[in-house]
């Protein structure tokens, strides 16, 4: 229970005004909403950047790293995709607002990026070795590659559902 309390104690406060923010967003896709095609850009290209930055930043990219790194993305996008063009979503051109259903699935990604990103800095502090272990490097590149690849995914179905 002590650790529990360091690490929040420990945590800096914007992760808290973060963690706000992505509850009171996942809480609002619940419902039935009108969205910008701006503000559905948005958040795949940041989470996208923080997964490269991550890679880029952290990770030996050998050649199992890259095939990891690629089956996690092409899963991603495959499942981002199916997510998104099966929904009932109706696109106004005119205003380029999407009009989405609601649902819990939004919730549920971002508090998995936030979750994850948060795990994996907090075992980084604990032990800054970790990151030349090969099991949890691997855990890395997998749960940034495959968010960034869901999210992307997504995205391209949102197109899909502009086109059609």
């Known amino acids: 229970m002590e650790t529990i309390i360091q690490t ?7 992760v808290y005004l973060l963690f706000a923010l992505i509850f009171y967003k996942g809480v609002r896709s619940l419902k039935p909403r009108a969205v910008p095609l701006k503000k559905l850009i948005i958040v795949p290209l940041v989470v996208s950047a923080i997964s490269l930055d991550t890679l ?10 890259v095939l990891i790194l690629s089956a996690s993305a092409v899963l991603g996008l495959i499942a981002g995709y199916l997510m998104t063009v099966r929904a009932p979503i109706e696109v106004d051109k005119e205003h380029l607002v999407y ?8 919730l549920l990604l971002i508090f998995g990026v936030f979750f994850t990103k948060y795990y994996i800095g907090y075992e980084k502090a604990v032990d800054p070795t ?3 272990q090969d099991g949890f490097e691997t855990f890395v590149i997998i749960a940034s590659m495959l968010f960034a690849g869901l999210f992307i995914g997504k995205l391209l179905g949102y197109a899909y559902h502009y086109r059609k």
């Not at 929040?8 to 406060?13: F, I, S």
């Not at 880029?56 to 790293?65: C, M, V």
């Open 130 to 132: 970790l990151m030349q």
């Open 56 to 65: 880029f930043t952290q990770i030996n990219l050998n050649g199992f790293n």
């Open 8 to 14: 929040l104690t420990h945590t800096p406060w914007w």
């Open 99 to 106: 009009k989405m259903p609601g649902g819990i699935t939004t």
